[in-house]
């Protein structure tokens, strides 16, 4: 099992060269050269990440400087069907907090597959990553954001184009080289 600090220093690689490098999410940049996101690994029990989850919406209510908070999920959801259940379970536990519709939770997993797609797609990296990982986003940003961007309803398939057109081996050499830090 990895340190915290090297799981931390891998998803760092992981935002840095595939979502920003790719250009899969145009607003993580900004953040990253602010520092504005927060890194949270988890390792407790299910009750435990979930009171974490509420936690960190806690903290970004009341930390304007952060941005957003990954949380990192090294253990305990390595397969994909067990960590889409968590993300169910955290989504409703958000809705009952009163966090529905001021953040929005993105999920990530290393063995990410979007619904009627193949494992082997390439498309499936757009979501790929080093672990399990949630990702608290706060909402009046991304509308924010998004007023700067022409036909932001494109980005998903321009990032899906772009992962088929890199290929299956480009896509996991990239993943894989994050967690070789």
Known sequence: ?????????????????????????PFAKKEMVNNSIRYVVCTQTLEDMLVTLISECKHLDNTPSTETTLLIYPEGFSEFQVFLELVAIADNLMADQGYEGVYQLASFHPDYCFADSSTDDPANYTN????????????????????????????????VRYAREKGLSAMQAKLSACLKR
């Open 128 to 159: 790929r990553s080093p672990y399990p990982t949630l990702h608290l986003i706060r909402e009046e940003s991304i509308e924010r954001a998004l007023q700067d961007i022409q036909n932001p309803e494109k980005i998903p398939e321009r990032n």
């Open 1 to 25: 099992m990895c340190t915290d600090e090297v799981i931390i220093s891998q998803t760092r690689e992981w935002v840095s060269t595939v979502v920003i490098g790719d250009n899969f999410c």
